[in-house]
C-alpha cells in the first residue's frame, strides 16, 4: 500500500508546486527589465558602435606591407625592379618607421638609375620624426582620443537610459499594484453587499423586512458593481502597461495577473535622498566637452609649421651588380623638411569654432547642473509631503474602518438601518482607496527621487558605471 501511495503523492506533487504562486516584487521586475528592456538593448548597441568607431580609428596605427614589382619584357633596357617594404606609424610622434628590401636585375634607363643594387639586393631602414606639427598630437592620435570619449558618452549615455527605464518600470510597477489593490477593495465591498443581500432577500420573505429594503440592496449592488467594472479596466491597463518591463528569459513580455499581486502596496525609499553626485548626464557633458578641447588642439596643432627630421640606413649586399661600386657598402642620409603654411585661414577658423563649442558646453554644463538641483529639491519637497498626506490618509482609513465595524455590529443587533450602514461601509472603502492612492504618490515620489539622484542601487542597477 505504501508504494502506490508515494506513487500518487508524486504525480501530485508538480501540480502542488505550480499552484503555490508567489507575490510579484518590485525587484524581480526591475531585473528582467534592466536585462531585456527594448531602449537598454538599444542602448547597449550604441556603446558597441562607438567601440567599432574606435577599433576603426586605431586601425591608423596598423602596420602597412607594400610590395612593388616591375619587369621591363619589351624595349632597349631589360630591368627587373623588386621592393618589399613594411610602415609602422608612431605612437608617439606624427612619424614612422620603416624598413624594407629591394633587388634588381638588368639594366634601367639613366632616370632609374637609383633602381640598380647589388647581386643580392639593399635592405633599408629608416623613421620619419615630427619635430614641431603633429608632435603632440596629430590627426590619428586625435581621432582615436575623440573616440574613446565617444565609448564614454555612449557607455554614460546608457547607464542615463537604464535610470530613465528603471525608474519607470518602479513606477509601472506602483500603478500596477495599487489598481489591483483597488480592484480588491471594490470586490470585497461588493461580495459583502451580494452576502447582505442573500440575507435581507430571506428576511423579506419571512416578512421580517419591507420588500423596498431588497430594492435598495440591489440598488447598492449595482453601483458597487460599477465601480468593480472601472477598477478591473484600470488593472487590466496598468497590468499591460507593466507587461513592457516585466518580460522572461526570452524577452517576450509577460502579463501579471491578479494572482501575483502583493497584499499590501509595497513602498518606495531611495537609498540616496541627497544631491546627486555623479549624474551620468552631466559626465556625458564632460565627455563632450573633452572631445571639443581634443579638436582645438588639433586645430592650434594645424597652426604650426611643419618640421621634419628624416633619418635612413641602407646596406647592399653581395657582389657589385650593374649600377656599379657607387652601390656598395652602407649608406646613411638624414635630411630635413620645413613647411609653414602662410595665411592659415583653415585652422584660425577651426580654432573659433572649436573655442565656441567649448564655451557652449560649459555654460550648457552648468545649466544641467542647476536644473537638477532645483529638480531634486522640488522632488523632495513633494516626497516629504506625500510622506504627510499618507500618514494622515492611514489616520482616517483606520478610523473609518472603526466606524463601519460599529455600525456593522449596531445593524446586526437591530439598532442600525441598511442605509447608514451602507455609507459607513462605502466611507470605510473609501478611505482604505484613498490610503492606497496616497501611500502610490508616496511611492512614486520616491521613484522621481531616485531617478533624478541617479540611485543605481534603489532602481536595480550596480552601484557605479555600467560595464
Known sequence: MIRPILLFLALLWPVAAAAQVTPLTLNEVLA?????????????ARVRQAEGRA???EGAFDTVFDVDAQSRVLGYYSGTYLEGKATRPLTGNGGQLYGGYRVSTG?????EDKAYTDRLGELKIGGLFSLLRDNAIDERRGRIAIAARDIDAARLEREMVAIGVQARAAATYQNWAAAGLRLKAYQSLLDLAELRRAGIARQVQLGARPAILL????TNIVRRRALVVRSEQEYAAAANALSFFYRGDDGERLVPGPERLPAALPGFRSTRPGQPTDRPDVRTLSARLAQSELKLALAENELKPRLDLRGELAYDVGPTGRGGKSRDGEEA???VRLTVPLQRRSAKGKIAEARAEIDGLRTRQQLVREQIAVEVKGIAIAVDGAAKAARLAAEEAALAADLAAAERRRFDLGAS???LL???EEAATDAGVRLLDAQARAALAGVDLAGATADRAALGLPDGPLP
Do not use: H, K
Request: net charge negative; aromatic share 12%.
Open 215 to 218: 430594492t435598495e440592496a440591489d
Open 55 to 57: 577599433l576603426s580609428a
Open 422 to 424: 451602507n455609507m459607513r
Open 417 to 419: 438601518d441598511f442605509f
Open 107 to 111: 639594366s634601367f634607363p639613366i632616370y
Open 333 to 335: 642620409i638624414v635630411g
Open 32 to 44: 528582467t527589465s534592466a536585462l531585456q528592456a527594448p531602449q537598454i538593448v538599444e542602448a547597449m
